[in-house]
DNA sequence: GCCAACGTTGGC
DNA sequence: GCCAACGTTGGC
């Protein structure tokens, strides 16, 4: 068996995405140019393997508002482009700032998200409320992890629970 | 502000 | 490699 000649475009998949509405809320990710913002600040290793490692452009993404007032799922993004050092691992005036980090071998990457419309917010008492969703990942009991997979079957039932299937 | 859950660090 | 201590996340 020879190659192809070029990879098969796997199917897309699907991805929730946590900001914090004071630092990058869906709102400020859509006044952004091109609606794109440079997804910094992960520094958790899973978090960082899904971006290096399963997420494609393309995928879809969704915007998730946490540690606010209403937290829950507030717009659609998708993945757009391959990832590459975070820059503000070396900026020792961010927040987000690792003085371990080698500069020559950049220990967080980053990759850019585009929002493509805010929804109506989808808050987490709802999302709760819908026993099918049940092991959706932000859903689970502790579950910190920023990014996280999401079925294709709960990303269609969400988009729908949106009112936008 | 509280606190449960989690990830990381570092002594051994 | 173990595991206690610590720092962080994030809903409430």
Same mark, same amino acid.
């Given at each position: *068996?020879?190659?192809? %000649?070029? #990879?098969?475009?796997? #199917? =897309?998949?699907? $991805?929730? *995405?946590? @900001?914090? /509405?004071?630092?990058? @809320?869906?709102?400020?990710? &859509? #006044? #952004?140019?091109?609606?794109?913002? =440079? $997804?910094? +600040? ?12 399963? *997420? ?26 391959? !990832?590459?050092?975070? /820059? !503000?691992?070396?900026? /020792? ?8 980090? %080698?500069?020559?071998?950049?220990? $967080? ?9 805010? !929804?109506?917010?989808? =808050? ?30 709960? $990303? ?5 629970? &949106? +009112?936008? +299937?």
């Amino acid at each position: *068996m020879t190659p192809p %000649p070029t #990879a098969p475009a796997r #199917a =897309p998949r699907y $991805w929730l *995405m946590k @900001s914090e /509405p004071d630092e990058c @809320s869906i709102d400020d990710a &859509l #006044a #952004a140019p091109g609606a794109t913002v =440079p $997804w910094t +600040g992960v520094r958790n290793y899973q978090a960082r393997n899904f971006m290096r490692d399963d *997420m494609q452009v393309g995928d879809g993404v969704l915007f998730y508002h946490s540690s606010c007032a209403e937290p829950g799922i507030a717009g659609i993004a998708r993945v757009a482009s391959g !990832t590459r050092p975070d /820059p !503000t691992q070396f900026d /020792p005036a961010s927040p987000y700032h690792d003085p371990k980090s %080698p500069p020559e071998q950049p220990r $967080w990457l980053l990759l850019d998200v585009q929002a493509l419309r805010k !929804t109506r917010l989808l =808050p987490l008492p709802e999302l709760r409320s819908h026993p099918e969703l049940a092991d959706l990942r932000v859903l689970q009991k502790g579950s910190r992890l920023s990014i996280t997979p999401v079925d294709a079957a709960h $990303w269609h039932r969400i988009v729908a629970l &949106l +009112g936008e +299937g």
